[in-house]
């Protein structure tokens, strides 16, 4: 099973298109959109499902 593999740049992109941010950090895009940075706190909001969370960061980023 491949990882879908994003680069920041491009997590940027795709969490600017789903809110008003106009930020190229990523960590202020994922405040404005969820809140938080802290993994931790990200993978409660996005959802634990026991895999690597630079996987759970890519498919939810894909979902948007």
Do not use: C
């Amino acid at each position: 099973m491949a990882i879908n593999t994003l680069s920041n740049e491009q997590r940027v992109v795709k969490l600017a298109k789903s809110t008003s941010s106009t930020s190229k950090r990523l960590s202020d895009q994922l405040t404005f959109k969820l809140g938080t940075t802290r993994r931790s706190e990200l993978r409660g909001k996005i959802g634990n499902m026991g895999v690597p969370f630079e996987k759970l960061l890519n498919d939810y980023v894909n979902s948007l």
